[in-house]
T-cell receptor, first 114, second 112 residues
Framework: DTEVTQTPKHLVMGMTNKKSLKCEQHMGHRAMYWYKQKAKKPPELMFVYSYEKLSINESVPSRFSPECPNSSLLNLHLHALQPEDSALYLC?????????????FGPGTRLTVT | QQPVQSPQAVILREGEDAVINCSSSKALYSVHWYRQKHGEAPVFLMILLKGGEQKGHEKISASFNEKKQQSSLYLTASQLSYSGTYFCGTEDAPNTGNQFYFGTGTSLTVIP
């Protein structure tokens, strides 16, 4: 099974809402990633978890809060987002953290902030 | 440091060849290549490591010039299924906590 699943597929939320995105993989991968992708742009790395510990936080605003409850699950908690946060949010996983390992991407959650 | 890709866009007829380039201003440890079709997730194509090791698909080839800090992806005898946006991805050192950067992207369209 080489699948990364993400829920929900689409999410519309107001600027005062709190919502969460969920990502799951059952490949035994120990690194998981959150990316943000705007239309016609490359994905931008937001967070990396390695062995369930946050290893990179690329100065992402605190209104995005990641959580890795176990090695198979990754959540992204959203609170007080801005309209410019509307984007495709992609989750990915790899066997280990590091450049030797390909990343497997989920289908993404398309988020619209109104 | 985001790598720069060229060309930005290319249109091919089925059966034609294409080369996509990826250049970085920093020394590279490895280069990844991914393809993303419209509305879908990026899909892994290939990894090239310093020293010449490669991991990837048999029908796609790539090169990695460490001195020039460049990589090129070679698509031969293109098929309609090759259409999509191609991204290189680079990290200038392994496991140092450095950012993984996707390149600017190349849109490739194959027409019958």
């Amino acid at each position: 099974d080489t699948e990364v699943t993400q829920t929900p597929k689409h999410l519309v939320m107001g600027m005062t809402n709190k919502k969460s995105l969920k990502c799951e993989q059952h490949m035994g991968h120990r690194a998981m990633y959150w990316y943000k992708q705007k239309a016609k742009k490359p994905p931008e790395l937001m967070f990396v978890y390695s062995y369930e510990k946050l290893s990179i936080n690329e100065s992402v605003p605190s209104r995005f809060s990641p959580e890795c409850p176990n090695s198979s699950l990754l959540n992204l908690h959203l609170h007080a987002l801005q309209p410019e946060d509307s984007a495709l949010y992609l989750c990915a996983s790899s066997q280990e953290r590091g450049t030797n390992y390909e990343q497997y991407f989920g289908p993404g959650t398309r988020l619209t902030v109104t | 440091q985001q790598p720069v890709q060229s060309p930005q866009a290319v249109i091919l007829r089925e059966g034609e060849d294409a080369v996509i380039n990826c250049s970085s201003s920093k020394a590279l440890y490895s280069v990844h290549w991914y393809r993303q079709k419209h509305g879908e997730a990026p899909v892994f194509l290939m990894i090239l490591l310093k020293g010449g090791e490669q991991k990837g698909h048999e029908k796609i080839s790539a090169s990695f010039n460490e001195k020039k800090q460049q990589s090129s992806l070679y698509l031969t005898a293109s098929q309609l299924s090759y259409s999509g946006t191609y991204f290189c991805g680079t990290e200038d050192a392994p496991n140092t906590g450095n950012q993984f950067y996707f390149g600017t992207g190349t849109s490739l369209t194959v027409i019958p």
